[in-house]
């Protein structure tokens, strides 16, 4: 997103915009994006291809199975 700024007296903030539109991944711990030291570029990382969901699994009464021993 982009918005126009005025400064001065007053700071006046203008209505954002969207720069480009990009898939996101649920990582957080990685940067997507770089931005060039003039502010002109980005370089942004993206999946190719099809977007595949990442899937969860959740695991019921797990203390009973670890008495059970190791999973089979």
Known sequence: ????????????AGTPRAL????LTLDWN???????AD???FLVTTPVGEAVSPS???VLNWPSALK???LQ
């Open 39 to 41: 502010g002109q570029r």
């Open 1 to 12: 997103m982009a918005v126009e700024v005025t400064t001065g007296e007053k700071f006046e």
């Open 68 to 70: 059970k021993g190791p």
């Open 30 to 36: 990685f940067n997507h994006y770089s931005v060039a």
């Open 20 to 23: 480009f539109q990009m898939r």
């Open 56 to 58: 969860v699994t959740v």
